[in-house]
């Protein structure tokens, strides 16, 4: 069992700053009222738990795990014609999220065992993402806040969890001499925007996500981070189905990551839908949550671990070419759909980490130093 209870200081939202403002108007006003009542020699003490409660909810302000402002990229005109020439990459291979349905177990129970290991070619190493990473989310369709904050309590968070710690026995080396320099950092919510589905309709097709971010990014829209992750996470409402990948959204996969490109820079970018509507179809924990869920939401808690899943993949294994085993499995397909031991969540769903006070059911992920499944490090 994971329990992490973690609220790192990431960084404030613009509409916290009149709260925090408000906050500490309160204390200053707590201490001007008891020196007030002491200078007329009235015997008058404010109990000290006023400003203990003054400073924990000051505390709980600064601390927010989801206190990155939520922007918009629907103001943003698309021009979708460069958007299309944009952010394709014909090499390489995606990185996709099975299903769990009997073609996933037959093809897991046929494969032969192996394990994971860092690839040389030639004497070149692969790329891993070993400093801090930060996660731009793109929210696209209907999103309520409180789903967005499922999602962004998540990222915020799991970065500082013993179940992150697993990923830190991964390392990326540049040469086959030269050291090597192993996953140190955390992760970072580098920022949330919400786009409607007016802006590419409700069925996702072709080139569309690439293109999209290779678009923003180069428009200013997004940040220009090549040592980041750029999530897409489309709500129960949206289909997709990508020509880059190969494949569908619940029949083919549950997600996947891959990369597009801006110029001749690579970049990270990940795809994950909700399947509420689909629930016991293969991208949810079904025989654990068939009705309930730790957060109250069957979709998103579902994308939960598959977010999880897609971005320790990301970092260890960005471009296809650094860990792998044999079978062309990265750390997290090696343990896909295995959530080791779960425990019930005060609404009676099942949760395994519990983490910025919210419980979460994440699959395990892959050990290189043990070279097998855990749940922590």
Known sequence: MSIDVVSPINFIALEDLSVIYEILIFIHGLFMLQRYFTERTVVMKLPWIFYQLAIVIFALIITRSDSAALGSLD????????????GIDPNGKASIHRPNNPNT???AAAATPSNITYRFYGHSGGYALTGTTKVYVVYYGTWSSTQINIISVLISNLGNSSWFNIEKTYYSQLTDTSPKVSVSGSLVL???WTLSSSAFGTALTGNTIPSAFAYYV???????????????????????????????????????H?????????????FIGNPKKYIGRGCDPYTINPSISPNGDLGVDAMASVISHEVVEAMSNPFSNAWGDSNGNENADKCAWDFGTYYAAPNKGKYNIYIGGKYYLIQRNWNAKTQACAQSA
Do not use: H, M
Not at 75 to 86: V, Y
Not at 223 to 241: A, C, H, Q, R, T
């Open 75 to 86: 103001g943003i005109k698309i021009d979708k014609q460069q958007s299309q020439r944009n």
């Open 105 to 107: 177990l037959a093809r």
């Open 190 to 192: 580098g920022g949330s």
């Open 218 to 256: 180069s428009v200013g829209a997004l940040p220009n981070d090549k040592g980041g992750i750029y999530l897409w996470l489309s709500s129960p409402e949206i289909s997709e189905s990508s020509t880059v990948v190969g494949g569908s959204f619940l029949t083919d996969y549950c997600g996947y």
């Open 258 to 270: 891959y990369r597009f490109s801006v110029g001749n820079t690579f970049y990270v970018y990940g």
